[in-house]
């Protein structure tokens, strides 16, 4: 299995095909999205040239998202970026964006470290189902923004491939509702 610390090398063949070096097959937009939801770094390279094509693609996905109607970026972040490109030298706008990542990381890595912290709620029957629900809620809000998720590891069996599938969080809420229910 590849390491998860070195980028996905993904590279473009002249026909505009992306190739995953590590699975030998071919991939899209979306697959690749994908694995960086999955908090995975991708690196896209032209076979031909060896440039580096990675931030092309990356805001090629955030574009398409975008027309999709899955609008993230509201249109006032997206004049301030259109701006940040007039001003000379770039203004400050891609390190106050680097800031503001790194900081939501960590605050989303000091959150799920409180929740595990030792406190009378822990104690509660059902709250390591509550715990996995909000953990699953958290990586969803964010959308895979952490390259450090410090949430569960995905199983690796085939049900739950890429985490814990609808079902299996259905069947851990209504198992909190019932321990809930008893509680009263």
């Known amino acids: 299995m590849a390491s998860q610390d070195k980028p996905l090398l993904i590279k473009r063949y002249a026909s505009r095909r992306l190739y995953n070096t590590e699975t030998s097959d071919y991939v899209t937009l979306e697959d690749i999205a994908g694995f960086i939801r999955e908090g995975r770094e991708v690196?896209?390279?032209?076979?031909?040239?060896?440039?580096?094509?990675?931030?092309?693609?990356?805001?090629?996905?955030?574009?398409?998202?975008?027309?999709?109607?899955?609008?993230?970026?509201?249109v006032n972040v997206l004049n301030d970026l259109v701006r940040s490109y007039m001003v000379p030298g770039g203004g400050m706008m891609p390190q106050f964006l680097q800031s503001s990542f790194d900081m939501l990381r960590e605050n989303q890595s000091k959150m799920m470290e409180n929740?595990?912290?030792?406190?009378?709620i822990a104690k509660i029957p059902g709250f390591d189902a509550m715990k996995a629900q909000q953990e699953a809620f958290l990586r969803a809000m964010t959308g895979g923004i952490s390259g450090s998720w410090s949430g569960p590891e995905p199983k690796d069996d085939d049900s739950t491939e890429g985490g814990e599938d609808l079902d299996d969080i259905k069947k851990q809420l209504a198992d909190l509702q019932n321990k809930l229910s008893k509680l009263k």
Request: net charge negative; aromatic share 2%; hydrophobic share 35%.
């Open 115 to 120: 929740m595990s912290s030792i406190n009378p």
């Open 43 to 74: 690196q896209i390279v032209d076979l031909k040239t060896g440039d580096d094509l990675t931030r092309q693609y990356l805001l090629q996905i955030i574009a398409e998202h975008e027309s999709r109607g899955e609008n993230v970026l509201p």
